[in-house]
C-alpha cells in the first residue's frame, strides 16, 4: 500500500493497474499506515474548526472487507505543536491498537467482535487510550511489539522497554 494527496493505495496485482482499492482521504493527512489482514491502520492528523486550527490525532481503522472505517482511537488533546504530535508509526491486531507521537506512545484496547450488538455504539464513538508510554518529548520515535514487551525508540534518548499489560 501507499499515500498520495488524495488516496491511500492497496496494491493487488491480480488487476490490471495494480490498485485493488483507493480509499479516499477526505479531510485527513496522513502521517503513518499499516496494514494486517483486511485491517488497514491509519495514523492521521485533522483539522478541527478554521477558527481554532486545532489538529489532532487519530488512528482511523478501516476494513477492507467492509469497505469503511470501522473505528476511531482518538489522542487526547493537547497543545504541542502539529509536528510534535503527528504520527510516526501505527500498529494494531484483534487486540490492540498503538500509536506513537512526540507525545509518548498511545495503546488502545482494539474494538472486538464486529458482529456483537455493542459494535455499532462502539464505531461511533472514538476510542480513549487505556495507556501512555514513554515521556512527551521525543524526537522521533517508534516502537517495537513482542510477546506483550514493547521497545520505545527515540533519536534523541536511549531506548526503553516496557511489560504491556
Request: charge should be neutral; hydrophobic fraction near 40%; charged fraction near 20%.
Amino acid at each position: 500500500m501507499f499515500c498520495t494527496d488524495d488516496s491511500i493505495n492497496v496494491l493487488d496485482f491480480r488487476h490490471p493497474l495494480g490498485i485493488g482499492l483507493k480509499i479516499p482521504k477526505i479531510g485527513v493527512s496522513a502521517d503513518s499506515v499499516f496494514s494486517q489482514g483486511d485491517s488497514v491502520f491509519l495514523g492521521c492528523s485533522c483539522v478541527g474548526s478554521a477558527a481554532k486550527k486545532q489538529v489532532s490525532s487519530q488512528v482511523l481503522h478501516f476494513s477492507l472487507r467492509k469497505q469503511r472505517i470501522i473505528s476511531t482511537y482518538e489522542l487526547p488533546e493537547s497543545n504541542a505543536h502539529a509536528h510534535h504530535k503527528a504520527l510516526t508509526q501505527v500498529w494494531g491486531n484483534s487486540n490492540l491498537v498503538m500509536a506513537v507521537c512526540g507525545l509518548g506512545l498511545f495503546v488502545f484496547n482494539a474494538v472486538r467482535d464486529e458482529g456483537s450488538p455493542s459494535f455499532a455504539a462502539d464505531c461511533s464513538t472514538p476510542q480513549k487510550a487505556k495507556e501512555v508510554i514513554g515521556p512527551d518529548d521525543l524526537y522521533l520515535p517508534s516502537f517495537d511489539y513482542l510477546s506483550s514487551q514493547i521497545l520505545l525508540i527515540s533519536r534523541d534518548r536511549p531506548a526503553m522497554w516496557r511489560h504491556l499489560l
